[in-house]
């Protein structure tokens, strides 16, 4: 078997990527300054897995479209993954992960591209950049409209969250996990719609502005999408984006025990 080894050459790891940009472009674009230094790479041959450490839990990237070279390239892996991480995984993935970790799946996923973004003419333009400021009535915004959302406020400082109010309130907000003008690359998130204001297309008036403003800095435009997701899975439809990969989103290991609060006398 070819042996595993960790990358630290950007250059390298782009030219890779690049070669599949919809399948891994949140890779791409952790390759950015903004990103990097929360990333470890590993290569098996011309393979690429990443675990990013930027959120509260670990989060491992391992994603080839031919199941053999997943399968070795999670194996080698098994020595110097962590204890307890997050994984998003090609199909099969899972079953070599089961060998030495519990496994627990959170569902199909999809990934998609914007392929036709003609599309986006479709819908008027409306809303408006978020900024910093913004970012404790987002936290709030997301209690209510996506409460299983994680969300990373330091993302708002790409300016490109965009969100439409009404009565002063916002009701919908589209915004990026990654976006990179380097590597030219970015990825849709934390996509939402407070539960009132839902079926009025304010998501697609949101995800088409910012869609539009991505496009003046990058040329793919990506998301992840639960497969069983039908209203979201339209919207992205309706706005130009195909599907390009399968994929499923799993915890693996078992998370550290709490601390005691009793502590020895």
């Not at 790891?13 to 919809?22: C, E």
């Not at 479209?65 to 997050?86: D, I, K, M, N, W």
């Not at 995984?89 to 998609?112: D, F, I, N």
């Amino acid at each position: 078997m070819t042996m595993i080894r960790t990358s630290h050459d950007r250059n390298e790891l782009a030219g890779l990527l690049r070669r599949d940009p919809h399948l891994h472009a949140y890779e791409l674009g952790d390759l950015d300054d903004f990103y990097w230094p929360y990333t470890t790479w590993y290569r098996l041959d011309e393979a690429v897995a990443l675990l990013y450490q930027g959120g509260p839990t670990p989060v491992l990237l391992a994603l080839h479209r031919s199941p053999a070279v997943l399968s070795e390239l999670l194996t080698g892996l098994l020595p110097v993954l962590p204890r307890h991480f997050e994984a998003h995984l090609s199909p099969g993935g899972e079953t070599v992960l089961a060998r030495e970790y519990p496994v627990r799946s959170r569902g199909a996923h999809l990934k998609m591209a914007l392929t036709d973004p003609d599309r986006l003419a479709r819908v008027a333009p409306g809303g408006e950049v978020l900024t910093e400021a913004d970012v404790p009535e987002l936290t709030a915004f997301y209690r209510t409209a996506y409460p299983e959302n994680w969300f990373d406020p330091r993302m708002v400082e790409t300016g490109h969250y965009v969100g439409l109010r009404r009565d002063g309130e916002l009701v919908a907000v589209a915004g990026v996990h990654v976006w990179s003008p380097r590597y030219r690359v970015s990825a849709l998130g934390n996509v939402a719609t407070v539960p009132g204001y839902r079926g009025q297309g304010l998501a697609s008036t949101v995800v088409a502005t910012l869609c539009r403003r991505l496009l003046e800095t990058v040329d793919t435009v990506a998301l992840n999408v639960v497969a069983e997701n039908t209203a979201a899975y339209k919207l992205y439809d309706r706005l130009g984006f195909t599907p390009v990969a399968e994929y499923a989103e799993y915890v693996v290991g078992e998370p550290p025990a709490p601390a005691s609060d009793v502590r020895p006398v």
